[in-house]
């Protein structure tokens, strides 16, 4: 028995998943460890402590930049969640017609775009507009954010969609239901776990940004992972690693419930 | 043989005149339904019969307002309805899978439609309760429908169709998901329906049994055209064309030569010499050297003489009765069905030769 | 006969409009705040740099001609642009090691997670699916802390006497190697793990049937039926890692730029706003051809599974 040949296992793959694990985790717990750090530097180890938690949440520079964070993510990630339902709407169950696959192609074209070069373009511009205009708001950021938030919601959005089925909305029209009440009565309940989890993804999408919030920002439009940013560049008190720390705490919680979400449903 | 139960002169409850559906544009298109037009009368079991790609759901989802037609037009008491959406339609759907809403309750999912009509709710509690009732499903009324059985579904969709009193109730081969023995329950319970609420039924199966056994009349229909209508028995015994032939029940195909022809029906010349009477379709005219059919239960194998003669090449047993496949003289088989009794099988042999006689008007002329 | 044709014609053209109007807000969002933007870069790749960044409307391919050449400022003779080559260079070979290293630790452990039992399994998924989605600055930072000099990494080295004095790892092309494989690698377990799960083992079964070993089975066997997720994995790695930001600006420092970093120094001091330009759609190309092959690659595996 002790000898049983197993057709799964293969030699040394164990070792290699275990070492990949503790890779993937080790350096994260190291970080929330020294959030915990009381000593001033981030090497020596000062007991337990939660200065650091309170030094950022009374520094108003970083109070500023998480009300900053969220104010983008919630108007991006809603944004982008209400016109990818819709897109969804009109490029899933449907036969193949004209300009469909190019809609599709351009509702995805935010992700195959390097982030760096998205952030260029966008800073050439909006640089110029911004001179035009005058108006130098946040509303820069969050059309940014908006725009390749839209690929991350359509996904699970087309993805619950196309698992439903299509006789359904054809039984309520047969039922008397107008083509609004269809889409109110039954299409939409039936929707709402895709649009839940769209919304989500879109919003720790938009949350988690740099690259692109780093080049269209005006001055004084930090947001939490640009302060962040700047900071790491400068000297490193373990500030950073309770900021970073309770960033991760947040991120954790919505993947979560993402994912228990979209497990729900299947 | 009794006549079918819709008496002829009933009003016509819909009908599909000149229908022609074309899928996709120019050189690469398909026609789905070519000039199809059939007259469903009130209060009929109606059965749209055929194999998968024949049109017949084309159809069906035509009269439910799913599709439109190329050509021709969709009458409802006579009025062409053809461009009006499904929902103003007061025709209903049982679809094939059923298609029940899986966030409303069963309850929610059969007042569906009186809401979308805006009955007033005591109505609506009303007619909810009496199609549960119909359905008999009133103890699982307050169950989501994801948790109940296939055959309860079934029934659940019955009740959401007929909730709203349509004029024709549409049924996209609803049996086809169930098993056997609730298949055969369901056949009998829709029948029952039926007849309790008066409401036309459109049926469409590829199950040339269910068809023979649930129908007033059945059109069959092949490559999107209609081969023939008529009440069960006609399609059975007296199929107007070869593919009905072949396709409802097994059947023997002679060739023969006309001699005569009076009041529909001719004689007929066999290639063995034997002449015999056959019956010919309603406007049919046949040419010098037509097709006959024979069902294998309406001839019969004999030791000595019969219109037709062999040698028997296969005897297979099946309980109630055996086929016996007799090689004929002049090439091609024919296949004998007989009853089997207490005193055994019909006795025949692979080996032994074999004459058939050919039941007076059991056969019938083809159209080509 | 002509009023059905006709209803079915407006119901078509109806049908068409509204799908239209549905998605034109997304197309709109996305053509203003994405696809827009690059055309006008594109534009100004071909126009001349103004004098304090921002670009002068006159014809020029000079941007061009400054991604791979430099013009000698004294005798105006053309040379290769070294400095340049050797970013590309780097981008280029870092970002192929950076595949390779992911497939190597994240191809056992797809396999390691496809093999769980079915209730397992999901947990480890979830253990992937978390820092795939948790920030990836954090993740850097995280990264940074280990391999700095007074980190973890050095400080366990030193404290096991493997070394005396810290290995300077940060700032060097090593760091910028370290970080892209740590924050990289969910996106390479995840498409193996896909592709995993739908391995029908009892095929593997038929290896061993057949007088196939381990190595044998694995390399004939297993390794081709999951051909598409190594393919999509090594795409999902090998893009972002040409198109590096962040990664090689916390741990690289100006000594060990990648494109992404070489870009935005055109933008900054560079102030060479048509060579940066020039040098995104540059970057931009060579992710299209690696996607087209990825695309090309994933049909054919759709085709002939069926």
């Known amino acids: 028995m002790a000898n049983r040949f197993d057709v799964r296992s293969q030699p040394g793959f164990g070792t290699i998943a275990i070492f990949t ?99 260029v373009a966008l800073l050439i511009v909006f640089s110029r507009v911004k001179v035009w205009t005058g108006y130098s708001g946040l509303g820069y950021l969050i059309l940014a954010h908006t725009a390749f938030c839209i690929p991350f919601a359509y996904l699970p959005i087309r993805a619950r969609l196309e698992s439903m089925d299509a006789s359904l909305e054809r039984a309520a029209a047969d039922l008397y239901a107008t083509p609004w009440q269809a889409f109110r009565r039954v299409t939409l309940p039936l929707l709402r776990p895709g649009i839940i989890a769209g919304f989500m993804l879109a919003f720790v999408i938009s949350l988690d940004d740099v690259v692109i919030t780093e080049f269209v920002k005006s001055g004084g439009q930090d947001t939490l992972p640009t302060y962040m940013l700047g900071q790491i560049r400068r000297t490193v008190t373990p500030e950073v690693n309770a900021i970073a720390t309770a960033f991760l705490a947040l991120s954790i919680l919505l993947v979560t419930v993402f994912f228990f979400i979209n497990r729900k449903k299947a | 043989m009794p006549e079918p139960a819709v008496p002829q002169g009933k009003r016509v409850a819909i009908e599909a005149r000149g229908i022609v559906k074309e899928f996709g544009q120019g050189a690469g298109s398909l026609r789905a339904l070519d000039n199809v037009s059939v007259a469903i009368r009130e209060n009929e079991f109606f059965t749209l019969l055929g194999p998968s790609g024949c049109g017949k759901t084309t159809l069906l989802r035509m009269i439910a307002g799913f599709e439109f037609p190329t050509e021709g037009a969709i009458l409802l008491n006579g009025e062409d309805i053809a461009g009006l959406p499904p929902f103003k339609r007061p025709i209903n759907t049982v679809f094939q899978s059923y298609a029940l809403f899986p966030h409303l309750t069963v309850w929610e999912n059969v007042a569906f439609g009186l809401q979308m009509l805006g009955r007033p709710k005591a109505e609506i509690a009303s007619r909810v309760a009496a199609m549960l009732k119909l ?234 | 006969m002509g009023s059905a044709a006709d209803a079915a014609r407006r119901a078509e053209s109806e049908t068409t409009r509204r799908r239209w109007l549905l998605s034109a807000p997304a197309l709109v969002i996305i053509f203003v705040a994405a696809i827009g933007p690059l055309f006008v870069m594109l534009a100004y790749s071909f126009m001349t740099k103004g004098d304090y960044g921002d670009v002068k409307p006159i014809f020029s391919l000079d941007g061009w001609f400054s991604v791979l050449l430099q013009r000698d400022i004294f005798d105006d003779t053309l040379s290769l642009a070294d400095a340049n080559l050797i970013i590309m260079w780097r981008s280029l070979s870092l970002s192929a090691i950076t595949t390779a290293a992911t497939l190597i630790l994240g191809f056992p452990t797809a396999y390691f997670i496809a093999t769980r039992p079915r209730e397992t399994r999901e947990m480890w998924v979830f253990l992937v699916t978390i820092p795939f989605w948790t920030n990836l600055l954090i993740r ?167």
């Open chain 2, 135 to 368: 359905v008999r499903m009133e103890e699982l009324a307050q169950r989501r429908t994801d948790q109940i059985s296939g055959g309860q579904g079934q029934r659940v969709a019955l009740a959401r169709a007929l909730a709203p009193s349509p004029k024709v109730l549409l049924l996209d081969e609803p049996l086809s998901a169930l098993d056997y023995k609730l298949r055969k329950e369901m056949q009998i319970e829709l029948k029952r329906m039926q007849h309790e609420t008066g409401i036309t039924f459109v049926f469409v199966t590829h199950d040339q049994e269910e068809a023979l056994t649930m129908s007033d009349r059945i059109a069959v229909m092949s490559k999107g055209r209609v081969l023939q209508i008529g009440a069960p028995t006609d399609i059975y015994d007296k199929p107007a064309d070869r593919f009905v032939a072949d396709f409802i029940g097994e059947s023997n195909f002679l060739p023969a030569t006309l001699l005569s022809l009076s009041s529909g029906v001719a004689r007929v010349k066999l290639a063995s010499g034997a002449e015999i009477p056959a019956t010919v379709a309603e406007g049919l005219v046949p040419r010098e050297s037509v097709t006959i059919v024979v069902r294998p239960e309406h001839a019969r194998a004999v030791r000595e003489g019969g219109q037709v003669s062999g040698r028997v090449e296969n005897v297979v047993y099946f309980g109630t009765d055996t086929h016996i496949h007799v090689a004929l003289a002049g090439g091609g088989t024919f296949i004998v069905r007989q009853q089997n009794s207490r005193n055994g099988v019909a006795g025949f042999q692979v080996g032994d030769a074999a004459g058939i006689e050919i039941a007076a008007d059991a056969a019938q002329v083809l159209r080509d």
């Open chain 1, 21 to 119: 694990f503790a890779l993937l985790y080790l350096p994260i717990l190291a970080l929330v460890v020294y959030a915990f750090n009381g000593s001033e530097s981030l090497t020596v180890w000062g007991g337990l402590s939660l200065r650091w938690f309170v030094a950022a949440s009374q520094n108003d520079a970083v109070q500023d930049a998480a009300l900053r964070s969220f104010i983008v993510a919630i108007w991006a990630a809603g944004v982008a969640t209400i016109a990818a339902t819709m897109a969804a709407i009109a490029t899933t169950r449907v036969a193949p017609y004209r300009g469909l696959a190019f809609k599709y192609a351009f509702i995805n074209t935010p992700l195959m775009v390097p982030e760096i070069v998205t952030a």
């Open chain 3, 140 to 306: 850097t930072f995280a990264m940074q802390q280990v391999i700095r000099n007074e980190g973890i990494l050095n400080s366990l080295l030193m404290w096991l006497r493997v070394i005396n004095e810290p290995l300077p790892i940060m700032y060097t092309d090593w760091a910028v190697l370290f970080g892209m494989v740590y924050v990289y690698l969910p996106l390479m377990v995840l498409p193996l793990y896909a592709s995993m799960e739908k391995l029908d083992f009892r095929l593997v079964e038929a290896g061993y049937d057949l007088y196939a070993g381990r190595l044998a089975v694995l390399r004939r066997v297993i390794i081709p039926l999951v051909k598409p997720g190594i393919v999509a994995g090594s795409i999902l790695v090998f893009i972002p890692s040409l198109g590096a930001y962040v990664i090689p600006r916390v741990l690289g420092g100006g000594k060990t730029m990648m494109l992404g970093n070489l870009i935005e120094l055109q933008f900054g001091a560079g102030r060479n706003w048509p060579l940066g330009a020039a040098m995104s759609i540059t970057l931009m190309a060579v992710v299209m051809i690696a996607l087209l092959f990825y695309v090309r690659n994933a049909a054919r595996a759709g085709g002939g599974h069926g």
